[in-house]
């Protein structure tokens, strides 16, 4: 199947830094990417939908200003957390539909990026 | 609004069989879709169904029945590393995925 890559797999940071976290699909090229953010022993959370070369998409209760996406190219969508704090602290994860599967493709998901705000 | 209703937690034997059942209410349908999550680890994609019936994939099987809003995913010899969280998913009108809460399988030996 499809792969996705996610980047960094841990991050730990200081109380106010920006983390980028980096999303590729490998094989294939992502018209549109998801990222998720998931509380230990919850379920998953859309935050956003990433279109490339245009803006993300937020789901309500997501600070746009706070999660930056970017989605520059069909393999590459990356979310900032600036000024992140300890309540940031969680499992995010990217992913993708393979368009070859139509709209009703099945998603790849990265390995996932544990953020831990110090 | 949209739900998707899921056991929080189930046990089972190694060697045994299980069934974990998935009911939704959605504005629309366009399939419906059962990753597994370790823990600590992204989900990874079991199944996707978006007619009747069942889906046979080896040790694990899915079925669904749109009429009743109902799908469930069969383990069949139930194996140690198959302890993880089953999660649910159904892609709406919008093409969106719905989540479920997924449901925490444990074995024991």
């Known amino acids: 199947g499809a792969v996705v890559s996610q980047h960094p797999s841990w991050v730990i940071c200081k109380s106010g830094t920006s983390v980028k976290i980096e999303c590729r699909s490998l094989d294939f090229q992502a018209t549109t990417m998801f990222w998720y953010r998931q509380f230990p022993k919850q379920s998953l959370m859309l935050m956003a939908t990433s279109n490339e070369g245009s803006k993300a998409t937020y789901e309500q209760g997501v600070e746009k200003d706070k999660f930056l996406i970017n989605h520059a190219s069909l393999t590459l969508s990356t979310l900032t957390v600036t000024s992140a704090h300890p309540e940031d602290s969680s499992f995010y994860i990217c992913?993708?539909?393979?368009?070859?599967?139509?709209?009703?493709?099945?998603?790849?998901f990265g390995e996932g990026s544990r953020l831990t705000v110090l | 609004g949209q739900n998707i209703d899921q056991p929080t937690e189930m046990t089972a034997t190694e060697g045994a069989i299980v069934q974990i059942n998935c009911t939704y209410q959605?504005?629309?349908?366009?399939?419906l879709f059962w990753y597994q999550q370790h823990a600590g680890e992204a989900p990874t994609f079991l199944s996707y169904n978006v007619l009747d019936g069942l889906e046979e994939k080896g040790r694990f099987s899915s079925f669904l029945s749109r009429s009743k809003g109902y799908s469930y995913l069969l383990l069949k010899e139930l194996q140690m590393k198959d302890s993880a969280s089953y999660l649910c998913a159904v892609l709406d009108s919008n093409y969106q995925l719905i989540w479920g809460a997924g449901t925490k399988l444990i074995i024991k030996p």
């Open positions: 959605t504005s629309g349908f366009n399939g």
């Open positions: 992913s993708a539909r393979d368009g070859r599967g139509g709209d009703t493709g099945e998603l790849f």
